[in-house]
């Protein structure tokens, strides 16, 4: 007992120390899609980077660790999230000259709270064989009785679709988005589940025509040999050209309240909205940078140019408990 | 006067341990009668009872599975000899070193719509769309049920074996004298023999479902678990996931209470300490070729195939699979994992050692109370680790203010509260293996040692510690497996720097993309082998 007590001591005491110059990073992202954006920020300026990922749970752990929480920064993959920590009252102010010339008044936070680094459209693939490219093709139009039993998507509680629901409400109100969704659930092929990826391989496999997926996921499946064939099976469709425009998703970094090394979460967050992670952006995660006139990946750019839904985010963030209480309502998942 | 002193101290250690353990889920609950319910009041009109009924046939599911698999093989390896007896008794513990979320993952590429199987078959018939054929459909309830029974079901054959080699033979040779067929004997002396050991097993396999959050998350299988996720994370609302948490209690409770229903009036002792080796059915001809494919087919679907698909994977993207981290990944899980094991093990030695001495009223609320963190899913224990811990924390953090002095995150921000969550959770495991093995103690070993002035401590040390090993090796084997294997809460609680192999893992395996992981999804499943070595060779010497 006594030597355990001893080794369980000792295990505490031996943790690394800290070192000066660092930034600790919360990250909902996976790290080895930042990776190499955070080891070229580590060689530009010395600062070395601490990640800590999870898919679920880090706001709650920001909360609760309050003054003492040793996060700078955190790293999210939507934008509900990034206005989440904002109502909660755990970011602090980007005050950056170089942030706000990097990014457009309407991808980030009026009172600089948060910052959005690279854009997502929420796509629809079609099937080439059987359907072709759709492009009138409207969100609305997923609950039409033609493409029954063709659609495939993920949970309806992901972050993604639970913001593009979000985005339904905001445009027609609630009583109609939920006529829409048992629409759409009717058109199902299968239960949702996998992530974006398996929705388009099922589509190559015949499962289903339709499937829901944003556009990075695209690029990254022909860079893949294995899933190439998959990507090559369809079209990405942009939808509601001819109104409003298509969803579009933000991944985003807020500065913690009580950040320890906030001169170097700042860094950070000028670095990664600047050309260099803009390109390392576009180029290995095939996203859409946020920073204007950055050149897209020369695939991204053959997707040609789109109309972006204007909504602004917080005006569609507001929806989004109301967009999850509509899935459940539904049965959307089950 | 020193008897009265001495069973105080055990009184002591074992109501400390058990409050301890207990706290977390005390703070849960008193969590979950915070105001605030119209999130529950929602979930409670809309999804609630589908996620209850998925949970019970799960639980349920998995159990009877376990048995139908198990039980068989327990028996088999224990009394009779058939070809390639004496390596399936080893080779069937191997998939409790396999992480569900592997073994879902690996068969759901193989029997996906898209995946090689369905692909064959359709070339094979010239099948071209789904509605052509019906093909068993995996990411359903079925198919979590299989997965995690695959993976569970190496706790219940541990046990049974266990349980039908430390029985007294004699039962079993009587039966045979009195003319009862192999067949009859196996239910009308084994089974019931060993019954509290069987049920101990699936109240374990029963917990150990229920908290599975990677498998059915991974199959879109709504369970009471991903709903406490969705509440939590979705609705934002802790005192509504507090409140499910509460209802997944309550089954659990009810599992516990049917558990102890069982074992009522059962006293069973173990006269002969020896282990009986020798078969006692020899199988020839047909029967041994049946026993042999049975526990062959069991292999090669919750072991061999798997790490066969592993080892492809690794194979095709190693330059992506390698990293050189991988020792240090390692190192981190094994580290942990030996702690929890090591502590788990003495405390609950302590603890079920007070159950059997104490005169005490209600001597097994202690043990009750310290396993209740087992019912926990990951992320719930989490959190419910989370909050005493806090508090603890800040009231030092207060009283130390006016010194200007401040531990900050020092227990929160460290290791310690991934191992008091560990041993919070795994407790349970490490109780149940030795309460079991305790209980085939005869206490007239007790009242000998006594009578020859040793007094409690002492008999613990000198004549049941030796008696319990092989039951403590395998108590401990199960925390330590369990420990490599944990995600969900190592993912919320592990502080800056400390990855280990699953969470390693499993960001690849959330992306889809377990192939570049599959170096280190190896690395767990090897890890896990050499205390299932240690525990194998002790049981040869043993015998």
């Known amino acids: ?334 | 006067m020193t008897y009265k002193f001495q069973l105080s101290k055990w009184q002591l250690i074992a109501w400390s341990t058990g409050l301890l353990l207990s706290t977390p889920l005390f703070f849960l609950l008193v969590e979950s009668l915070q105001g605030d319910s119209e999130v529950f009041t929602h979930l409670w009109n809309t999804v609630l009872w589908d996620y209850i009924s998925n949970t019970v046939l799960l639980v349920l599911g998995v159990g009877l599975l376990s048995c139908l698999i198990a039980l068989p093989l327990g028996w088999l390896t224990a009394y009779c000899r058939f070809p390639g007896k004496q390596q399936f008794e080893w080779a069937l513990m191997l998939p409790l070193a396999m992480p569900t979320y592997i073994i879902a993952y690996v068969y759901t590429d193989l029997l996906d719509y898209a995946g090689p199987i369905q692909i064959t078959l359709r070339e094979w018939f010239g099948w071209q769309s789904p509605s052509d054929y019906w093909f068993f459909d995996i990411r359903t309830l079925p198919g979590a049920i299989i997965m995690i029974a695959l993976v569970l079901y190496p706790y219940l054959y541990l046990i049974f074996k266990t349980a039908l080699r430390e029985q007294s033979f004699k039962l079993v040779q009587a039966s045979q004298l009195m003319g009862l067929s192999a067949w009859k004997s196996f239910f009308k002396v084994s089974l019931v023999l060993s019954r509290g050991a069987i049920v101990a097993a699936l109240a374990l396999i029963s917990m150990e479902t229920m908290a599975d959050f990677a498998t059915v998350s991974y199959f879109a299988v709504s369970t009471l678990t991903t709903a406490v996720y969705d509440t939590w994370f979705g609705y934002y609302s802790l005192t509504a996931a507090a409140k499910i948490s509460g209802v997944m209690l309550l089954l659990l409770f009810l599992a516990l209470i049917t558990e102890r229903f069982s074992r009522r009036n059962q006293a069973v002792f173990e006269r002969q300490s020896s282990v009986n080796s020798e078969a006692l059915y020899i199988l020839k001809g047909k029967s041994a070729w049946l026993a042999t494919g049975f526990c062959s087919l069991i292999l090669i679907i919750s072991f061999i195939i798997p790490m066969v698909v592993l080892l492809k994977y690794a194979i095709t993207y190693f330059d992506q699979a390698w990293s050189s981290e991988f020792f240090s990944y390692a190192w981190q899980s094994l580290k942990v994992a030996a702690v929890v094991s090591v502590v788990t093990i003495v405390l609950s030695v302590l603890v079920v050692f007070y159950q059997r001495i104490a005169k005490q009223a209600n001597p097994l609320i202690p043990g009750r109370l310290a396993s209740t963190g087992y019912a926990l899913p990951g992320t719930v224990l989490a959190i419910a680790v989370l909050l005493p811990l806090t508090l603890l924390e800040n009231t030092i953090n207060r009283i130390l203010t006016p010194y200007d002095l401040d531990i900050g995150l020092l227990l929160t921000g460290s290791l310690l509260t991934i191992i008091f969550a560990y041993i919070v959770r795994f407790y349970a495991v490490a109780h149940g293996a030795i309460e079991s093995s305790f209980s085939r103690i005869s206490p007239s070993l007790d009242m000998a040692s006594q009578s020859m002035g040793k007094n409690q401590g002492r008999t613990l040390r000198l004549v049941h510690l030796p008696l319990l090993r092989r039951g403590l090796l395998t108590a401990g084997l199960l925390v330590f497996i369990e420990c490599m294997k944990e995600l969900p809460a190592a993912l919320l609680l592990r502080p800056f720097d400390f990855e280990s192999l699953a969470t390693h893992v499993f960001q690849y395996v959330s992306d889809e993309q377990l192939e570049l992981a599959s170096i280190s999804a190896l690395f767990i499943v090897v890890v896990g082998f050499i205390p299932l070595y240690f525990i194998n060779r002790s049981m040869e010497q043993r015998s």
């Open chain 1, 1 to 334: 007992m006594k030597k355990t007590l001893a080794l369980v001591v000792g295990l505490i005491i031996s943790a690394p120390a800290v070192a000066t110059d660092v930034v600790n990073i919360y990250s909902f992202r996976q790290p080895f899609l930042i990776k190499p954006i955070l080891d070229d920020f580590t060689q530009q300026t010395g600062i070395k980077t601490n990640v800590v990922f999870a898919k679920k749970g880090l706001i709650e752990r920001v909360k609760r660790e309050g003054k003492h929480s040793k996060a700078d920064l955190v790293l999210t993959s939507n934008f509900s999230a990034l206005i989440q920590l904002e109502e909660l009252k755990l970011t602090q102010t980007i005050d950056s000259e170089q942030v706000n010339k990097n990014v457009p008044a309407a991808f980030r936070d009026g009172d600089g709270q948060w910052v959005a680094l690279t854009k997502r459209v929420r796509n629809v693939y079609s099937s080439k064989e059987r359907l072709g490219p759709l492009p009138e093709l409207s969100y609305e139009d997923l609950a039409a009785p033609e493409y029954k039993g063709q659609i495939c998507t993920r949970s309806g509680k992901h972050p993604y679709n639970l913001g593009l629901v979000a985005s339904m409400i905001a445009h027609h109100g609630e009583v109609q988005t939920k006529t829409w969704l048992e629409g759409v659930k009717a058109n199902l092929a299968r239960k949702p589940q996998g992530n974006d990826r398996a929705q388009v391989k099922a589509v190559k496999e015949g499962l289903c025509n339709l499937a829901l997926g944003n556009s990075y996921y695209l690029g990254k499946m022909l860079q893949d040999e294995a899933q190439k064939p998959w990507a090559d099976a369809v079209n990405i469709n942009f939808p509601n050209q001819t109104n409003r425009g298509s969803h579009i998703n933000v991944s985003g970094a807020v500065i913690t309240k009580y950040a320890k090394n906030p001169e170097n979460a700042l860094k950070l967050i000028e670095y990664m909205t600047d050309n260099k992670a803009q390109n390392m952006y576009a180029s290995l995660n095939m996203e859409y940078p946020v920073k204007p006139g950055v050149k897209l990946s020369s695939l991204v750019a053959s997707w040609g140019s789109f109309k972006e839904d204007s909504l602004p985010l917080d005006e569609i963030s507001k929806y989004r408990p109301l967009a999850l209480k509509l899935i459940d309502e539904v049965k959307f998942d089950l």
